[in-house]
């Protein structure tokens, strides 16, 4: 198995130049994505934010809520109109107390084709494989979460014995 | 839900922790870092032979990992690293269906 990158696409039945919008605009980007940049994407900059809750999906929101305000960067690599834009960031890089500006960081790359319904958007984040293992299974809390909860119910078990 | 080959590979975890004594032993070793079969068996009745039966059944079961450090056998928590990375892509690969669904939603309005 492939664990260095992900790759996903979806149709998107809107005009080619919508799309790119709500890509290369910082503060569209930042609505449905749930963040808020501070400037505007430029390529080679590196840019500023912080979680705030999507203004799409009350659900995710909810879930995005716990985070509201954590500062995340991101460096846009590429912005080619209509047909490319990547930045890197750090997955996962959610607990303040941690400096992952040295880390390696991960490629998010949108690219756009035109097809007869619309726009087939495809993104690929990759460079998973440079990331410590440990950060990895400390970045993902659903994992930690379930060990933490493993180890509490072993602990109340024992305890009841 | 796991899926029916996810619960025939954790049967060997199930079956790992289903003894006090190993249940103990990861315990300590998952909350209080590496330990030493020697720092293992302070606290407890049983033989440090038997300490080390049981640490390699969690071992071959992929939750606990010994190492020699100097003189000493170190022991340690380990969660299957590999099935970590991949969970924590799939968990990712789920973050970017999302993501791109609430895309969909916004420019579709």
Known sequence: ?161 | MPRNSNLAKSAPVFAALGDRTRLRLLLRLSSGGPRSIKDLSKQSTITRQAITKHLEILARAGLVRGARRGREHVWRFQPNRMDEARRSLDQISRQWDQALARLKTFVEA
């Open chain 1, 1 to 161: 198995m492939n664990t260095d990158r992900i790759e996903k696409s979806i149709l998107l039945r809107a005009p080619l130049a919508r799309v790119w919008r709500a890509l290369a605009d910082s503060n569209e980007f930042g609505h449905w994505f749930g963040m808020r940049f501070e400037t505007s994407f430029a390529p080679g900059a590196t840019i500023r934010g912080m979680i705030v809750p999507t203004g799409v999906d009350p659900e995710v929101a909810k879930a995005q809520k716990p985070y509201e305000g954590t500062p995340l960067e991101i460096r846009i690599e590429r912005m080619e109109p209509e047909r490319e834009f990547s930045f890197r960031w750090h997955p996962g890089a959610v607990d303040p107390s941690i400096d992952y500006s040295k880390e390696p960081a991960t490629l998010v790359s949108f690219t756009l084709e035109p097809t007869a319904d619309g726009v087939l958007l495809t993104v690929v984040e990759s460079g998973f494989d440079n990331i410590p293992l440990a950060r990895r299974a400390q970045a993902f809390a659903q994992n930690e979460q379930g060990w933490t909860m493993v180890v509490g119910l072993i602990e109340k078990y024992l305890h009841a014995a």
